[in-house]
């Protein structure tokens, strides 16, 4: 209770209590004197010291964090480039077929009518022409590494988070 | 100048991305962040590690600090728990102590005739130790409390426990401090 007290634990009505028990107990008023002697000391304890350059390391590996987010902010603008070239790939792809669509009505066969016609996609020819065949392997080849790329930055930045 | 600048200040301006700033507050508050740490994990090298950790947690969130508590107090907070997580990591045994409840003596009296610095130094010392044989909860709210002269609201919001959970940790840990005192350190530390 005295520590209590001495600590600012207690309750108006308790302080009020212990105030009048205590005008009645001069000894334990004496060790009430001690217990807050005893405080004084707590307090007065000495902190620790880090080592030397402690505050130095810190800012470094501050430094370093920082840097790694820059360093993933420039990928993002390197994410569109690849984007990009992912675009123009599908761009490529898709330019023949759509043009095959549209010059549909004028390349329908006679007694056919030009507006129900489907035309048929040459897939083989799209797809032996030189764009399929190197940029497309390229271009998931491309993906698969930037994804793997991306998956292992997040999984670092992950680790660093997890406290 | 850096004892003019408030915290305030500093922190806006680590806001703002000065690396000046950051410095300053690590500074200011590296051997509270570094006590604080090595009253949980016990030993300098792992405090160093924790209290880094909690600076780089600190300033990662800062942006996110509203100022409703002292920086200090918010700081603190990052601390313990950066201390707990690495101490649940590491030694998952050693934060359950809370049922040790051993007889408490209430000191009769005050310090005898206190002498010198030395003695003051050896008492210092031996008061130390007895911190680090307390269990690493009760060691960091007697450091919040006595050393830091946090109030019980204050420790409330670093620890995350209620006021009654607070009040009643503390002394226990109080208790159990003094029976560490008087078993082990009473010819250093006389009551």
Redesign the interface.
């Known amino acids: 209770m005295?520590?209590?007290y001495a600590?600012g634990?207690l309750s108006p009505a308790e302080k009020t209590q212990v105030d009048k028990y205590l005008d009645v107990h001069p000894e334990q008023r004496?060790?009430l004197?001690?217990?807050v002697?005893?405080?004084r000391?707590?307090?007065a304890?000495?902190?620790?010291?880090?080592?030397a350059g402690?505050?130095d390391?810190?800012?470094a590996?501050?430094?370093t964090?920082q840097s790694g987010k820059t360093d993933i902010s420039s990928d993002k603008s390197r994410d569109w480039i690849i984007y990009g070239i992912g675009g123009l790939l599908a761009v490529f792809l898709l330019l023949p077929i759509a043009m095959i669509f549209v010059s549909a009505p004028d390349a329908a066969p006679m007694g056919i009518d030009p507006s129900s016609y489907i035309p048929e996609i040459p897939w083989e020819q799209i797809f032996s022409g030189p764009v399929a065949r190197f940029g497309m392997p390229l271009a998931l080849l491309f993906f698969a590494f930037r994804f793997l790329d991306q998956y292992l930055q997040q999984k670092k930045v992950l680790a660093q988070?997890q406290? | 100048m850096a004892a003019t600048l408030s915290d305030e200040i500093l922190i806006e301006q680590a806001r703002n991305g000065r690396?000046t700033a950051?410095?300053m507050l690590?500074?200011r508050y590296?051997?509270?962040a570094?006590?604080l740490a090595?009253r949980f994990v016990k030993n300098?090298e792992d405090?160093?590690e924790v209290?880094?950790?909690a600076?780089?947690?600190a300033?990662?969130y800062l942006p996110d600090f509203r100022g409703d508590a002292k920086f200090s107090t918010w700081l603190y907070k990052i601390v313990y728990?950066?201390a707990l997580?690495?101490l649940r990591k590491q030694h998952p045994e050693i934060l359950s102590t809370d049922d040790e409840n051993r007889p408490v003596r209430?000191?009769?009296?005050?310090?005898p005739d206190a002498s010198q610095a030395m003695e003051r130094n050896d008492?210092?010392a031996a008061?130390?130790r007895a911190i680090q044989m307390l269990s690493p909860d009760d060691a960091g709210i007697?450091t919040l409390?006595?050393?830091y002269?946090h109030s019980?609201e204050e420790i409330c919001q670093i620890t995350e426990m209620t006021m009654t959970n607070a009040?009643t940790k503390?002394?226990r840990a109080?208790q159990r401090l003094k029976n560490i005192v008087e078993d082990r350190f009473s010819a250093e530390i006389a009551?």
């Open positions: 005295l520590w209590d600590d634990l004496a060790m004197d001690a217990i002697a005893e405080k000391h707590f307090s304890l000495p902190l620790e010291h880090p080592d402690f505050s390391r810190v800012m590996a501050w430094a964090e988070l406290v | 690396q950051f410095a690590v500074k590296e051997q509270y570094f006590t090595f300098r405090a160093h209290a880094q950790d600076f780089l947690r300033f990662r728990s950066t997580n690495f209430l000191p009769d009296e005050g310090m008492r210092n008061l130390q007697i409390f006595y050393l002269e019980l009040k503390l002394c109080r009551y």
